[in-house]
């Protein structure tokens, strides 16, 4: 980057100054009175009909049932990826230096979330839970096993769960992936899986 | 070219402006439902608005600070003052890593920089992965939406479209079988690009990360299949804490389509091993749109288009008619300040109504500056002699009691007994396309007088 460095600084120095001649006097950022976002709601319903109501799968299960349920639910995949020790249907064992391209065909990726939100139905999955980072949306169908403990109320809150994590890259998933670009008409499965099931433990 | 013509252009196709003014509302509504379903709304709408209060107020100490967490990272960090230096650092980092095929996911910056003919004009193949700017990159248009950006196009327009560049079947447009063309089509691409370009949602000031959120997953499947990243975002996409997303991912999606938050709300801090990330921060007017005091709330907009979805001149004129990168009512405020000529008919491209205003996530006091912007323009832009001149006999008019009264009964007489042709004519733009109202035998003054007598 030797060739542009010049013009970079000039850019971040000028754009510094800028800001700091145009900027109005210093507004305080505000506090945030979260009792104003208290519900008194069945945090594990509400999640599940939200999860529903993007597009998602969810059942409250047995731990001991996790792969009798999947094969329920996908009965006919043969490259199977599991990063989770809580379940055996892997076919395809990867890790950190599995280059991303070869993952192209795999059919079912079961993996498991740290955390659900009630609000939304979204699941946070982080670099460590897909181990390559691109699994959960290369994956033609996705599974992810969550525990019920884990779901909290609303984003604020979330974010106060996930503040001591290591940084390095994480997505909240909610539902499959999809688009409404042709005519308004919901299609789901865009790039990203084409269905997700939750499975509650 | 103004507004009004090519509004008038839009308007051409009935039938497609009733659907579009339709298909709008329909995600207002949507956005409505959702909106009432969350504890505490109007709460979190004024914290949005304080949050990127204080962050203008503060902006270049949080660029600093988010500059130095990024790097701490290993993220590389750039700075670029306008487009074109925009343009000539993603190009340079596109060079270092000998890069000919590039996928993008949704960025109204480098639409706004023009970055794909810029590339393209250099041999390198630029593909717009979301699904709605995949279709409108095929036609050769910009989007005319900013989170719906072929909402302009009917499906059978898009079957002709997959057709003639994907060789797809014809269908009549059945959307399944379109959009299951277009992931075959779009993942043969991701498997084959050398860098991603994003936009950014949302900068973290005390983590250095950035948020990227799309529903179909293409930032995703972009980012990390390429060997480098490239996140292009304007300035004022800072947010100072982490804490904060949990604001604006509550606000987001629940203003621009109604769910309750996107598929995907991606987090990146730190590239994977191996890979390389850079962030590109732009100014391109922004910093001059900040001196602005009636006009700097504008620089609170998250992009989620509610603005424009309840906007009925919107609605009812297309995107494509505001000639802007961003269009609609936060279109019509931002365009001024950048070239007040060019877009000096915007800012009348309103009711007035205040329904945008309304709807926004951040509270951005649109349709306030929509009537400032018109103030600045009439007194430094040249106004049509008939609307000046309409105008000066207008306030003559009103300022003096009696000439109202003679004003009125003559309009009245007029428009009860003058031939069609001198009620209707240029100079009458309200009778374009509609009656004028039937007249009454009596004026409000009368009646009240009379009302009056009779106790």
């Known amino acids: 980057m030797i060739g542009i460095k010049k013009d970079r600084k000039m850019g971040r120095e000028s754009i510094l100054k800028s800001v700091k001649q145009n900027k109005p006097e210093l507004l305080q950022l505000p506090d945030i009175n979260e009792a104003t976002f208290e519900e008194d709601i069945n945090l594990l319903e509400t999640f599940k009909n939200n999860l529903k109501a993007v597009g998602g799968f969810v059942k409250e299960i047995d731990e001991k049932s996790i792969d009798t349920e999947i094969k329920v639910l996908h009965s006919n995949k043969t490259n199977i990826v599991s990063t989770t020790k809580k379940s055996a249907l892997g076919t395809i064992t990867i890790d950190k230096n599995t280059e991303p391209h070869t993952l192209e065909n795999i059919d079912l990726a079961i993996l498991e979330a740290e955390l659900g939100v009630s609000e939304n139905g979204a699941v946070w999955v982080t670099a460590s839970n897909s181990i390559v980072r691109v699994l959960p949306f290369i994956t033609n169908d996705l599974v992810i096993i969550l525990k019920k403990e884990n779901i909290c109320l609303h984003m604020l809150k979330a974010y106060d769960q996930i503040a001591e994590r290591y940084r390095d890259f994480g997505v909240f998933i909610s539902g499959p992936s999809k688009t409404a670009d042709i005519e308004q008409c919901l299609v789901v499965g865009a790039h990203g899986a084409m269905s997700l099931a939750v499975l509650l433990i | ?455």
């Open chain 2, 1 to 455: 070219m103004s507004h009004a013509t090519k509004a008038a252009e839009f308007n051409k196709n009935e039938a497609k402006v009733n659907w579009h003014d339709k298909a709008l509302w329909y995600v207002r509504e949507k956005r409505d439902k959702s909106a009432h379903n969350v504890q505490g709304w109007e709460y979190l709408r004024q914290l949005g608005s304080k949050i990127k209060a204080n962050v203008l107020s503060n902006l270049d100490e949080y660029l600093i600070q988010f500059e130095a967490n990024a790097k701490k990272n290993g993220i590389h960090v750039h700075w670029a003052s306008d487009a074109e230096e925009h343009n000539n650092i993603v190009n340079d980092i596109l060079s270092k890593h000998n890069a000919k095929k590039v996928v993008k996911s949704k960025s109204m910056l480098t639409e706004e920089c023009h970055l794909n003919p810029f590339l393209e004009s250099r041999g390198i193949e630029v593909v717009d992965t979301d699904l709605g700017e995949r279709i409108v990159q095929l036609a050769q248009e910009p989007p005319s939406h900013i989170v719906l950006p072929a909402i302009h196009k009917t499906k059978e327009d898009v079957d002709e479209l997959f057709q003639e560049h994907l060789g797809t079947t014809p269908s009549q447009g059945n959307p399944e079988y379109l959009v299951g063309e277009a992931r075959k089509h779009l993942r043969d691409k991701f498997l084959n690009a050398d860098v991603a370009i994003t936009g950014v949602n949302f900068a973290v000031a005390d983590t250095g990360g950035v948020v990227v959120c799309t529903n179909e997953g293409n930032a995703d499947m972009g980012v990390h299949l390429a060997k480098a990243h490239i996140a292009c975002m304007g300035i004022e996409k800072i947010i100072p804490k982490e804490k904060h997303l949990g604001v604006f991912l509550r606000l987001l999606a629940r203003s621009a389509t109604g769910q309750p938050i996107t598929t995907y709300s991606s987090h990146f801090n730190k590239p994977e091993d191996g890979k390389e990330m850079h962030i590109v921060i732009v100014d391109n007017g922004r910093t001059e749109q900040l001196s602005r005091e009636d006009f700097r709330a504008s620089l609170h907009c998250i992009r989620c288009g509610a603005c424009m979805n309840t906007c009925p001149i919107y609605r009812r004129s297309g995107g494509h008619s505001y000639d802007y990168t961003i269009p609609g009512p936060i279109g019509s405020i931002l365009s001024p300040g950048k070239d007040l000529k060019k877009h000096s008919s915007l800012p009348f491209a309103s009711t007035l109504c205040g329904s945008c205003s309304n709807v926004c996530p951040v509270k951005i006091n649109i349709h306030e500056q929509l009537y400032k912007w018109r103030q600045v323009i009439v007194k430094e832009q040249k106004q049509p002699m008939v609307k000046k001149s309409i105008l000066k006999t207008a306030g003559v008019v009103l300022s003096k009691p009696g000439l109202y009264r003679i004003a009125g009964k003559t309009a009245r007489f007029m428009l009860k007994n003058a031939p069609k042709f001198m009620i209707y004519n240029k100079l009458n733009a309200w009778g374009k396309a509609r009656d004028l109202p039937e007249v009454k035998g009596q004026n409000f003054d009368d009646w009240y007088k009379k009302r009056q007598k009779n106790g």
